[in-house]
């Protein structure tokens, strides 16, 4: 029983003395409330620009797929059975990989042509039908890891053959999507290091302006954790305030971007609907912020701490 109540009293004066650091770091901002609101709009605008570029290149990625992009692999045969071609499509469609196959005898493939043509007639001198059986094989998945792979399976199944690709343009295109990907982690990790930077500067002068006050205070038995602890609340409600805007600022800019992106999608002939950044987005860019905030204030007050008499 007195182990339990001991407990109880320890929690107390621990909530205690966290919300009396909360309550004084609040107070502390709202009696500067230009230099709050300058540091808050200076996270908020730093954290704001990789977000928006990831914004974009997600929209990026989900427009392509509205592009007929499924890359095809063409394998040209000799001419011979129709219904061996075909057992030679349903042997193939059996594998997870292949998505469909679909058997073009030579004289089908003869018909299909003659029919396009203005005038047949062009084609009544020939003896022989000089164009292949052709299998057109479609992958299950459009990554060039899976059409590599099919293309490999083929070029085992039929080593005489010859076969034509039109994947190139898709790995170019995952090429780009993967080079985005990592110029945007650059751009973030750069943007995300100068923010904890000056988070952490600031931190440090706000530190050194209480210089007489700290001095007092460890007179009187104050620790370190208690004299950090108000500023580790100030970069939570800095890291806070700027993550809210830096999500006004994605909103906003999203919604200044959505109409020339869907016009140049329609100047494509592409039906599409600009995807607005989610909530788990909105909260991860908040958390983010928080994270910088106080991870910022630790390493100034810390420093700070430190070097002061």
């Not at 958390?287 to 420093?303: C, E, N, Q, Y």
């Amino acid at each position: 029983m007195t182990r339990t109540r001991a407990l109880r009293d320890r929690l107390g004066a621990w909530r205690e003395a966290h919300a009396d650091a909360a309550r004084r770091s609040l107070a502390r901002r709202l009696q500067a409330p230009v230099l709050s609101l300058i540091s808050i709009a200076v996270l908020g605008f730093i954290l704001a620009l990789p977000a928006f570029l990831w914004v974009l290149l997600d929209n990026a990625r989900a427009l392509s797929a509205h592009v007929d992009h499924e890359p095809r692999v063409a394998v040209y045969l000799e001419a011979g059975d129709a219904e061996a071609l075909e057992d030679r499509a349903r042997e193939l469609e059996q594998r997870a990989d292949v998505a469909r196959v679909t058997a073009i005898p030579a004289e089908r493939a003869l018909e299909d042509y003659r029919a396009g043509l203005e005038d047949p007639g062009l084609l009544d001198w020939m003896d022989d039908n000089p164009l292949p059986d052709t299998l057109d094989v479609v992958p299950a998945r459009s990554d060039p890891e899976t059409v590599g792979r099919v293309e490999e399976t083929l070029a085992r199944e039929f080593p005489g053959a010859t076969m034509v690709s039109d994947d190139e343009w898709v790995r170019q295109l995952n090429a780009l999507h993967d080079l985005g990907a990592r110029i945007l982690a650059i751009v973030a990790g750069l943007l995300g290091l100068g923010a904890l930077l000056v988070l952490a500067l600031a931190s440090a002068s706000e530190l050194r302006e209480r210089r007489e006050e700290i001095t007092i205070a460890r007179i009187s038995g104050a620790t370190h954790r208690f004299l950090r602890r108000p500023s580790l609340y100030g970069g939570v409600y800095g890291g806070l305030g700027g993550g809210l805007f830096a999500v006004g600022l994605l909103y906003l800019g999203a919604a200044l971007a959505r109409e020339p992106l869907e016009s140049a999608a329609a100047a494509f002939e592409i039906d599409y609907a600009l995807h607005l950044p989610g909530p788990e987005v909105a909260l991860g860019v908040v958390l983010v912020a928080v994270l910088l905030g106080w991870t910022g204030a630790r390493l100034g007050s810390g420093h700070a701490l430190r070097d002061a008499p």
